[in-house]
């Protein structure tokens, strides 16, 4: 079956460029993760989803970051202006509810990002 | 938030057996201690969770200490496959996995 996808799986782009990276969710998964994983660290935390609203954006580094998911689906990260330092793998999950006792999230590849 | 410990790498032979551990001396008694492996160029992918008791499914077995501050992940023959870096994870609120740097197995041929 088809898990969580992500595209582009690299971007290249240039310091103060716009940058949008898009998640494809397990179908019927309510709720949606973007973490963020710069090299030789675990995953770390950004926006939470449970459908259509952003349930925790605690872990945005700043408002140059900025998450929709406007159908309750489909998933877009967009990061204004750009920095080297945002270099990194940017990690999507889904799963079917929030509940952490018994729901597993599935992680899609990445986006790998590159700030030139 | 409940903090865990892992070693930084560990090494095993192909086809024996590996334990990975993991310290978790605050956890609460609603955590459940989950574990996700990641294989290079890869998204984390799930292995196993617990509460209290051991767990097993196809993939490994998850042993709990009585007191529940320790883990340990169990493979029961290591495979080149298995090649990967193991994160220990007690889920802060409802869904949120604070990863730490995880255990870096390596699996000798």
């Known amino acids: 079956g088809a898990g969580v996808s992500q595209t582009p799986s690299n971007k290249v782009t240039e310091k103060g460029k716009y940058v949008e990276l898009r998640c494809d969710p397990i179908s019927g998964h309510t709720a949606l993760y973007w973490y963020r994983q710069s090299l030789g660290q675990g995953p770390e935390f950004l926006i939470y989803f449970q459908g259509t609203g952003a349930a925790d954006d605690s872990g945005l580094p700043n408002d140059r970051f900025f998450a929709v998911r406007p159908e309750g689906s489909v998933s877009t990260l967009k990061i204004q202006r750009t920095e080297r330092g945002d270099s990194a793998v940017y990690l999507c999950a889904s799963s079917l509810t929030a509940d952490r006792v018994r729901e597993t999230q599935y992680f899609g590849p990445g986006t790998r990002l590159l700030v030139l | 938030d409940a903090k865990t410990t892992q070693p930084n790498s560990m090494e095993s032979n192909e086809e024996e057996p590996v334990h990975l551990p993991c310290n978790h001396s605050?956890?609460?008694?609603?955590?459940?201690i989950h574990w996700y492996r990641q294989l290079p160029s890869q998204g984390p992918e799930y292995v196993i969770h617990?509460?209290?008791s051991n767990v097993n499914n196809r993939m490994a077995s998850l042993a709990i200490a009585e007191d529940r501050k320790s883990s340990t992940l169990i493979l029961h023959r290591a495979t080149l496959r298995d090649a990967a870096v193991y994160y220990c994870?007690?889920?802060?609120?409802?869904?949120?996995?604070?990863f730490g740097t995880g255990t870096r197995l390596k699996v000798l041929a």
């Open positions: 994870i007690l889920p802060s609120g409802t869904y949120k996995y604070i």
């Open positions: 617990g509460l209290t």
């Open positions: 605050t956890i609460s008694g609603t955590d459940y």
